[in-house]
């Protein structure tokens, strides 16, 4: 059993950054593939980047290509979104997500486990 918990959301200003953090408890961490999706109000969640067990392979939407970096620290168990030039367009609730195996990342259904989610709300 996987458990996670984000952190780091908030309101800013277009332009501004944030950086989320998902800390995550049980065993073997570095096992597991670790996403981050987000969900607008009235829209469906979408992928927004995925990181491979051991952090060498890093996959984003096209939508936050060179704004949003993810990283991982596997001694501290803790995934990152490092979310950069923020728009409008990006507030959502955030969410980090587990899986095994590299397979099928942007798909939601394919990560056994969740966290309950930050908001992060830029405003114009």
């Known amino acids: 059993q996987v458990q996670l918990v984000e952190s780091g959301g908030g309101l800013v200003q277009a332009g501004d950054s944030l950086r989320l953090s998902c800390a995550t408890s049980?065993?073997?961490?570095?096992?597991?593939?670790m996403g981050w999706f987000r969900q607008a109000p009235g829209k469906e969640r979408e992928f927004v980047a995925a990181?491979?067990?051991?952090?060498?392979?890093?996959y984003y939407a096209d939508s936050v290509k060179g704004r949003f970096t993810i990283s991982r620290d596997n001694a501290k168990n803790t995934v990152y979104l490092q979310m950069n030039s923020l728009k409008p367009e990006d507030t959502a609730v955030y969410y980090c997500?587990?899986?095994?195996?590299?397979?099928?990342?942007?798909?939601?259904?394919?990560?056994?486990?969740w966290g309950q989610g930050t908001q992060a709300t830029v405003s114009s």
């Open positions: 997500a587990a899986k095994v195996g590299i397979q099928a990342i942007s798909t939601p259904t394919r990560y056994a486990y």
């Open positions: 049980g065993r073997s961490f570095s096992t597991y593939t």
């Open positions: 990181i491979s067990g051991s952090g060498s392979a890093t």
